[in-house]
């Protein structure tokens, strides 16, 4: 399973899990599964014990994983990966309309960040744009700057990469040739689903984490066998379809 958080803060808020829920959802996953590090999942996505493996991945790269997130994963020990907008590093998240304010991390504190074990950074575009609805030009440019812009300031391979948006309306089929192209091993979707394998490597499943889903919320979504989301997911992919035929 992949897990999708996008803010952590004292009070759960817009895009924002509580700092206690967030810390009660780490301990629980730290003492009943085994939290891996994005490279690891990859590696392992058809194994044995596929199931036991959880991925945490952060959207946006804010203030608050120096801050909150990073003591929590030190103390219980899960690995998580970061996926930057590049060109929006140090500003804020201005897809929201701007009602939502919230602080991305520059990349003095992006590099400070990147120095923890337990932390892995990924490519969230260039300019945080749905890519269902781009030119090839400017979708190429996504793919390829964002990916040289964390590979110049961090100084190694950036192998991962995550939609912006992230339903089927936000991505295209041909999309795997540009991540082929400029050399990313996988990408994560905000699809709903607790299940992936290497048929979708390009094209992974997340379980987004919600301000609301508190301890008991998360604790049932990792566990019982019916998700009503997850159904609910295939009828909006279906609707998506038919949409386009």
């Not at 201005?94 to 009602?99: K, L, N, P, R, S």
């Not at 939609?163 to 050399?183: I, S, T, W």
């Not at 508190?214 to 019982?224: H, K, N, Q, S």
């Amino acid at each position: 399973m992949i897990l999708m958080y996008h803010n952590i803060a004292p009070e759960k808020d817009f895009n924002t899990v509580s700092l206690s829920d967030f810390e009660a959802q780490m301990k629980y996953i730290s003492e009943h599964f085994n939290p891996v590090a994005a490279d690891e999942y990859i590696a392992e996505i058809d194994g044995a014990n596929k199931k036991r493996y959880i991925t945490v991945t952060f959207d946006d790269a804010y203030v608050c994983l120096r801050e909150l997130v990073l003591p929590i994963i030190k103390k219980y020990k899960v690995p998580l990966i970061i996926f930057v907008p590049t060109h929006h590093v140090g500003n804020y998240n201005t897809w929201d309309g701007g009602a939502h304010k919230t602080t991305i991390m520059t990349w003095e504190e992006i590099k400070e960040l990147d120095q923890e074990p337990l932390i892995t950074f990924g490519s969230h575009g260039y300019d945080h744009v749905s890519f269902g609805h781009i030119t090839a030009a400017v979708k190429e440019k996504e793919f390829r700057q964002s990916k040289e812009d964390l590979e110049h300031q961090l100084g190694k391979k950036t192998e991962f990469f995550a939609y912006p948006f992230g339903q089927l309306e936000h991505r295209e089929k041909r999309d795997v040739g540009y991540l082929k192209k400029n050399g990313y091993k996988a990408a994560f979707t905000t699809n709903w689903s607790r299940n992936n394998s290497s048929a979708n490597i390009y094209a992974l499943n997340r379980i987004d984490i919600l301000p609301d889903t508190g301890v008991a919320g998360f604790i049932d979504i990792l566990t019982r066998r019916f998700q009503p989301k997850f159904y609910k997911q295939i009828a909006k992919n279906i609707v998506h379809r038919l949409k386009l035929k």
